[in-house]
């Protein structure tokens, strides 16, 4: 009989550039699975991650972890990431006024496929929503698929429903 690995079977890390491959190619197929870019279009989703990841995480604009087996660490699984901005005062959404001028994006949780319903994506979450209370984030954003939703709810994450987007062209 084989046995299921349960989350204690996994480890989790900051992604360092040795993840960027793994970080573009989970961002990549992230969207192909929301049907958010066509087949075609992965090679380049990819490549254009590979260029901004090996940008952005040595330079610090953009904090990953990544879940690896604790038997094979190299072999990235899973993550997540943040952006981290400075923004102008805002309503803390109780009448009063949000008591920090940073706020946290976060993005990229992903889990392939074979590694799912294992407590990975949260294992993920709340390592990065610890990350935010160390360093005092109080106000964190993110966009939920329809998959990650229930998670996020359980996080107590609630919807904004007043958020739109520009699309040039």
């Known amino acids: 009989m084989i046995t299921r690995p349960s989350r204690s079977d996994f480890i989790i890390r900051r992604a360092t550039v040795l993840d ?17 870019i066509r087949p075609e279009s992965y090679d380049e989703m990819y490549q254009l991650g590979l260029d901004y990841f090996r940008e952005a995480v040595p330079a610090g604009s ?14 990235v699984v899973g993550g997540g990431g943040l952006l981290l901005r400075r923004v102008a005062p805002f309503p803390d959404g109780k009448g009063g006024v949000c008591k920090s001028d940073k706020q946290v994006h976060i ?11 294992l407590g ?6 709340e390592t990065i929503l610890d990350w935010c209370r160390q360093e005092e984030i109080v ?6 698929s329809s998959a990650g939703k229930p998670l ?6 609630t919807e904004v429903r007043n958020f739109m987007k520009w699309n040039r062209d």
């Open 107 to 117: 993005l990229n949780v992903f889990v392939e496929s074979q590694y799912r319903r």
């Open 62 to 75: 953009y904090l990953g972890w990544v879940v690896a087996p604790a038997s094979e660490p190299d072999t």
């Open 139 to 144: 106000s964190v954003t993110l966009n939920a």
């Open 152 to 157: 996020y709810e359980q996080l107590d994450f």
């Open 20 to 36: 960027v491959e793994a970080l573009s190619r989970h961002r990549s197929q992230m969207w192909l699975a929301m049907k958010d």
């Open 120 to 125: 990975l994506a949260r294992f993920i979450m």
